[in-house]
């Protein structure tokens, strides 16, 4: 079965920086997009980046010029890099990818369980 495991999350003070990580396992033929969401308790889970297969990224407004995302695809990984971190950023940090499982199947949307990152002075 497929699983995505996130790890790199914690608790940071305002200006701090974590590196996220999701590794993708499991019986997998090929990966397309990769990103990150997050949600905050009382908030919808909201995009926070993706990148495609050949490694071009998208960011959401709110994380521009502090996040950014890259992929190993020869680790099947995604990561997040988040500098100068704010309160606001506080969520729980989830990992998506759109993969196929076998040559003639069509992509299919996977999550991890979510890692939480705390900003808070």
């Known amino acids: 079965q497929v699983q995505l495991v996130e790890s790199g999350g914690g608790l940071v003070q305002p200006g701090g920086s974590l590196r996220l990580s999701c590794a993708a396992s499991?019986?997998?033929?090929?990966?397309?997009?990769m990103g990150w969401y997050r949600q905050a308790p009382g908030k919808e889970r909201e995009l926070v980046a993706t990148?495609?297969?050949?490694?071009?990224?998208n960011y959401a407004d709110s994380v521009k010029g502090r996040f950014t995302i890259s992929r190993d695809n020869a680790k099947n990984t995604v990561y997040l890099q988040m500098n100068s971190l704010k309160p606001e950023d506080t969520a729980v940090y989830y990992c998506?990818?759109?993969?196929?499982?076998?040559?003639?199947?069509?992509?299919?949307?996977?999550w991890g369980q979510g890692t939480q990152v705390t900003v808070s002075s």
């Open positions: 998506n990818a759109d993969l196929k499982r076998a040559i003639w199947s069509y992509p299919t949307n996977y």
């Open positions: 499991g019986s997998i033929f090929s990966i397309n997009a």
């Open positions: 990148i495609t297969s050949s490694g071009s990224p």
